[in-house]
């Protein structure tokens, strides 16, 4: 692999409902009751996602969750090719930016 490459990759971290199973996901959100819009929340960092994780609704009963890194470019195309966008969240889950 080109170094180059490599490097000029950015990884994010965003939570996966049931890992390693037919029914795996990146884990997503209504924006708002009022509207139809959908996001998945993204993290620049392994422990703000795993903070703000505590703070999401989720259902701990039937599913498992894990923190997974994942590339920029992967994590837009598949948001966009499901109708989501991707928000740049803190560990309070405050939204920052959309990554684009």
Known sequence: ???DIAINKEWFYVVVQDPDTPS???MGFA???ETSELFIPAFETKE?????FLLMPKDLIKRKYEIQAIIKDDLINHAKSNGYKVFLMDYKSVVKHELL
């Open 31 to 33: 924006l708002d009751g």
């Open 24 to 26: 795996e996901e990146l």
């Open 48 to 52: 703000d996602a795993q903070q703000c």
């Open 1 to 3: 692999m080109d170094i």
